[in-house]
């Protein structure tokens, strides 16, 4: 279940949410994900839907907004109408703050009106529709803050501003009403400046952080934006008419026109064209295709009008899915994440303790050990609490990871690379060996039959065998032989009791006799014998790097069918780019020996694992992994899953089957190796800006909050004003987005 979030300022109101939510009695787990305003929320198996109003419920009672998913449109008008009020709010502090450090820093005496120091009252005039119009959500905030026993950033915001303003307030007013304190009569400094400038920088950051927010999410919208909201369906008498993609079910004929966008996923009917899937793939060339092949939903027809059968329903088509898929990584969090979540939580506190005790101390000991610059201890004291806690505030610690993070997953999207396990972001980076198949990840996996070895019989009848036990296989050289039979006769024998012989081939009962298709060592199996002269024959055919399926009848081997496939023009590109990436590319086959390695010699893997069941490519993996090494694996199909789970990372190819989807950490919606290497290289930059980000947050609290406490004022006189803290603070969170939106002009590795 998911829910848009309203209100929420820093990391602390993230973890705030998250208690609040996990509180509830059928919440499994719950992600909230502060860039997007959204939580992501895993409930217990039978939880009836009223729950989510009881959710909501609470969310609304802790001091945040809460509703159902709103339409893209909708929550991106929301997210414009935000900034744009931020943006308006800041300048106006911003305007007022220029005159208002004028009267109060450098303007001689204005004289007095009514009693008031005419230069101060004007400051505070100026002050006051900044204090209470453009700083009321942070006054706002930081009370619903206090309110459920936490502290946001907004309380250290709400803190800094009103005890400054209070205490110039009170000053203003000492000069013309007597009773007042001591120390407001005598003072000589105000701070309206500080409550301006804080105020003003503080919206400024937060304007610009909404801003950069709304460009991370620009390629996830612009996917969201890809699908149409019609279809144009077919009916009776070839009648068209226009119905909303929700209402379209499965085995609709629907009509697409050149230069539209096709609605739906499914199978093109008497009908050929040109179509740019470009959008999804990042595919710069536009594809061919004609009947009887898929199209997906958010591609654009270039050529003639196109018939479409669908097979999808529109909650559930490939783009569908992709967005799913990016919004459910976008929702995770990163190990790392954690554990700035807990810091966050005790930030806060932290530093209210801290302002406090350094205020305490230069108003009392530190005020004798030092020449003030100030008139007294308490407009010093106040000085550094009110910088203290300006400076203080963790939005750089709370946007690190997850800005990061939601512009590497979209980017990701767009180019076809789709990142599923958050937890591999992380893993991806200390991977030392990269695992690849050969068919269909090295080579193009549409292998075909260019040579028949005949011993015993005729080239229809190995052919015939070979197809009616194939038939119930899935694998790419069955694929071949079938075709090629399809091609040479239609005659199939009936052939009983067919059945998979794992990592060797297929076996049945043909007139009483046991026929068998597969590899030699499945020739051995059921019995067949070799003479020297065709061993020999068959170690000159293992020596051309091809794959070969050997046939036999009862005793006898009747012959093998040898295949070749095309390597992929990219693989040896790829296999390049990931060893300058340190890693060790190992390819893990089920093929001969002989095959595997002129494949991998041509291509540039040196180690090649040759032979290898199906059900030991997991086992295959955890040798490798014994040896102290992190790896990376590479599959497309059901044969793969067990070792895609196995493996520390998982990369499954978008072609291969539900069940290799469902194991990988990484989809790509091409087939290629060069998607591969291009998806661990988007983890590692997306990573690199996390940490960065980080390095920076922490850096800037470490170094900032020590000179706002005065550390340096013993030695050098200097004490951070407000108003430069306030500033600080603002581009430590527009540091922290900007680092991250370099992630936009990441490109997958060129062919």
């Given at each position: 279940?998911?829910?848009?979030?309203?209100?929420?300022?820093?990391?602390?109101?993230?973890?705030?949410?998250?208690?609040?939510?996990?509180?509830?009695?059928s919440?499994?787990?719950v992600?909230?994900?502060?860039?997007?305003n959204?939580a992501?929320?895993?409930?217990?198996?039978?939880?009836?839907?009223?729950?989510?109003?009881?959710?909501?419920?609470?969310?609304?009672?802790?001091?945040?907004?809460?509703?159902?998913?709103?339409?893209?449109?909708?929550?991106?008008?929301?997210?414009?109408?935000?900034?744009?009020?931020?943006?308006?709010?800041?300048?106006?502090?911003?305007?007022?703050?220029?005159?208002?450090?004028?009267?109060?820093?450098?303007?001689?005496?204005?004289?007095?009106?009514?009693?008031?120091?005419?230069?101060?009252?004007?400051?505070?005039?100026?002050?006051?529709?900044v204090?209470?119009?453009?700083?009321?959500?942070?006054?706002?905030?930081?009370?619903?803050?206090?309110?459920?026993g936490g502290?946001?950033?907004d309380?250290?915001?709400?803190?800094?501003?009103?005890?400054?303003?209070?205490?110039?307030l009170?000053?203003?007013?000492?000069?013309?009403?007597?009773?007042?304190?001591s120390?407001?009569?005598?003072?000589?400094?105000?701070?309206?400046?500080g409550?301006v400038?804080?105020?003003?920088?503080?919206?400024?950051?937060?304007?610009?952080?909404?801003?950069?927010?709304?460009?991370?999410?620009?390629?996830?919208?612009?996917?969201?934006?890809?699908?149409?909201?019609?279809?144009?369906?077919?009916g009776?008498?070839?009648?068209?008419?226009?119905?909303?993609?929700?209402?379209?079910?499965?085995?609709?004929?629907?009509?697409?026109?050149?230069?539209?966008?096709?609605?739906?996923?499914?199978?093109?009917?008497?009908?050929?064209a040109?179509?740019?899937?470009?959008?999804?793939?990042?595919?710069?060339?536009?594809?061919?295709?004609?009947?009887?092949?898929?199209?997906?939903?958010?591609?654009?027809?270039?050529?003639?009008?196109?018939?479409?059968?669908?097979?999808?329903?529109?909650?559930?088509?490939?783009?569908?899915?992709?967005?799913?898929m990016?919004?459910?990584a976008?929702?995770?969090?990163?190990?790392?994440?954690?554990l700035?979540d807990?810091?966050?939580?005790?930030?806060?506190?932290?530093?209210?303790?801290?302002?406090?005790?350094?205020?305490?101390?230069?108003?009392?000991?530190?005020?004798?050990?030092?020449?003030?610059?100030?008139?007294?201890?308490?407009?010093?004291?106040?000085?550094?609490i009110?910088?203290?806690?300006?400076?203080?505030?963790?939005?750089?610690l709370?946007?690190?990871?997850?800005?990061?993070?939601?512009?590497?997953?979209s980017?990701?999207?767009?180019n076809?690379?789709?990142?599923?396990?958050?937890?591999?972001?992380?893993?991806?980076?200390?991977?030392?060996?990269?695992?690849?198949?050969?068919?269909?990840?090295?080579?193009?996996?549409?292998?075909r039959?260019?040579?028949?070895?005949?011993?015993?019989?005729?080239?229809?009848?190995?052919?015939?065998?070979?197809?009616?036990?194939?038939?119930?296989?899935?694998?790419?050289?069955?694929?071949a032989?079938?075709?090629?039979?399809?091609?040479?006769?239609?005659?199939?024998?009936?052939?009983?009791?067919?059945?998979?012989?794992?990592?060797?081939?297929?076996?049945?009962?043909?007139?009483?006799?046991?026929?068998?298709?597969?590899?030699?060592?499945?020739?051995?199996?059921?019995?067949?014998?070799?003479?020297?002269?065709?061993?020999?024959?068959?170690?000159?055919?293992?020596?051309?790097?091809?794959?070969?399926?050997?046939?036999?009848?009862?005793?006898?081997?009747?012959?093998?069918?040898?295949l070749?496939?095309?390597?992929?023009?990219?693989?040896?590109?790829?296999?390049?780019?990931?060893q300058?990436?340190?890693?060790?590319?190992?390819?893990?086959?089920?093929?001969?020996?002989?095959?595997?390695?002129?494949?991998?010699?041509?291509?540039?893997?040196?180690?090649?694992?040759?032979?290898?069941?199906?059900?030991?490519?997991?086992?295959?993996i955890?040798?490798?992994?014994?040896?102290?090494?992190?790896?990376?694996?590479?599959?497309?199909?059901i044969?793969?899953?067990?070792?895609?789970?196995?493996?520390?990372?998982?990369?499954?190819m978008?072609?291969?089957?539900?069940?290799?989807?469902?194991?990988?950490?990484?989809?790509?919606?091409?087939?290629?190796?060069?998607?591969?290497?291009?998806?661990?290289?988007?983890?590692n930059?997306?990573?690199?800006?996390?940490?960065?980000?980080?390095?920076?947050?922490?850096?800037?609290?470490?170094?900032?909050?020590?000179?706002?406490?005065?550390?340096?004022?013993?030695?050098?006189?200097?004490?951070?004003?407000?108003?430069?803290?306030?500033?600080?603070?603002?581009?430590?969170?527009?540091?922290?987005?900007?680092?991250?939106?370099?992630?936009?002009?990441?490109?997958?590795?060129?062919?």
């Amino acid at each position: 279940m998911r829910l848009d979030i309203q209100g929420m300022t820093c990391a602390a109101c993230a973890s705030s949410v998250e208690m609040i939510v996990n509180k509830h009695e059928s919440v499994k787990a719950v992600n909230v994900n502060l860039p997007l305003n959204s939580a992501a929320i895993q409930l217990h198996d039978n939880t009836p839907e009223s729950v989510a109003e009881e959710i909501i419920q609470k969310i609304e009672q802790g001091g945040f907004g809460a509703s159902r998913p709103k339409q893209t449109n909708d929550k991106r008008k929301i997210l414009e109408r935000h900034a744009s009020l931020e943006g308006r709010k800041a300048a106006l502090a911003l305007i007022l703050a220029l005159p208002t450090i004028y009267l109060t820093m450098f303007a001689d005496n204005l004289g007095d009106f009514s009693g008031f120091d005419l230069r101060l009252l004007l400051a505070a005039i100026m002050t006051i529709p900044v204090y209470f119009w453009s700083g009321f959500s942070f006054h706002t905030s930081a009370w619903k803050s206090i309110r459920r026993g936490g502290a946001n950033m907004d309380v250290l915001i709400h803190l800094g501003t009103s005890v400054a303003f209070i205490w110039s307030l009170g000053v203003v007013l000492a000069g013309r009403f007597d009773g007042l304190p001591s120390v407001l009569v005598n003072a000589e400094h105000v701070f309206f400046d500080g409550v301006v400038f804080i105020i003003g920088f503080v919206l400024l950051g937060n304007y610009l952080e909404s801003a950069a927010k709304l460009k991370a999410t620009d390629a996830i919208h612009s996917l969201m934006q890809l699908q149409p909201n019609q279809a144009r369906v077919v009916g009776d008498d070839d009648f068209t008419e226009m119905v909303a993609v929700a209402l379209v079910k499965v085995g609709t004929l629907v009509k697409i026109k050149t230069g539209e966008t096709i609605p739906m996923d499914g199978i093109l009917e008497d009908c050929k064209a040109s179509i740019d899937e470009s959008t999804m793939t990042g595919e710069a060339y536009p594809v061919r295709k004609s009947s009887g092949d898929e199209a997906y939903a958010g591609t654009i027809v270039l050529d003639g009008t196109v018939l479409l059968r669908t097979n999808k329903v529109a909650e559930d088509t490939l783009l569908a899915n992709i967005i799913s898929m990016v919004e459910d990584a976008q929702s995770g969090k990163a190990p790392i994440q954690r554990l700035v979540d807990k810091i966050s939580a005790i930030f806060v506190p932290v530093v209210i303790i801290l302002a406090l005790l350094s205020g305490l101390f230069w108003a009392t000991i530190g005020n004798g050990m030092i020449d003030n610059p100030m008139n007294s201890g308490y407009e010093l004291a106040l000085m550094v609490i009110i910088s203290t806690l300006v400076i203080a505030c963790p939005c750089a610690l709370g946007l690190a990871t997850p800005i990061a993070l939601v512009i590497g997953t979209s980017v990701g999207a767009q180019n076809g690379l789709l990142i599923k396990g958050i937890d591999a972001l992380e893993s991806v980076n200390r991977c030392k060996v990269l695992v690849v198949d050969k068919t269909g990840t090295v080579t193009m996996g549409r292998p075909r039959v260019s040579h028949i070895e005949i011993i015993d019989c005729e080239v229809k009848e190995i052919l015939s065998i070979a197809a009616a036990l194939e038939q119930e296989s899935v694998h790419p050289l069955a694929s071949a032989i079938i075709t090629s039979w399809s091609n040479v006769t239609s005659d199939r024998p009936e052939i009983n009791d067919i059945r998979v012989m794992s990592g060797m081939g297929m076996v049945g009962e043909f007139s009483g006799q046991v026929v068998a298709a597969g590899n030699l060592e499945l020739m051995l199996e059921v019995g067949i014998e070799l003479d020297s002269e065709i061993e020999q024959r068959i170690t000159k055919a293992t020596m051309k790097g091809i794959s070969i399926v050997f046939v036999c009848q009862g005793a006898k081997l009747l012959g093998w069918i040898e295949l070749s496939d095309r390597i992929r023009d990219s693989s040896k590109i790829a296999v390049k780019r990931a060893q300058q990436l340190g890693l060790e590319v190992v390819m893990l086959t089920g093929d001969n020996q002989e095959s595997a390695a002129s494949i991998a010699n041509q291509v540039g893997i040196e180690r090649v694992i040759s032979g290898v069941k199906p059900n030991e490519k997991a086992e295959q993996i955890k040798s490798l992994q014994s040896g102290g090494s992190k790896v990376i694996m590479i599959g497309d199909g059901i044969n793969d899953a067990a070792a895609l789970s196995t493996a520390d990372v998982g990369i499954a190819m978008g072609a291969g089957s539900d069940i290799a989807l469902d194991a990988a950490d990484f989809v790509l919606i091409r087939n290629d190796l060069i998607d591969a290497v291009s998806s661990i290289e988007l983890g590692n930059a997306t990573m690199r800006r996390i940490r960065s980000n980080l390095g920076w947050a922490f850096s800037y609290n470490v170094i900032g909050i020590p000179l706002a406490m005065g550390l340096l004022l013993p030695f050098t006189g200097f004490l951070l004003p407000p108003a430069y803290a306030a500033a600080a603070m603002s581009l430590s969170s527009v540091s922290v987005v900007g680092n991250s939106l370099i992630l936009r002009w990441w490109r997958p590795i060129a062919e």
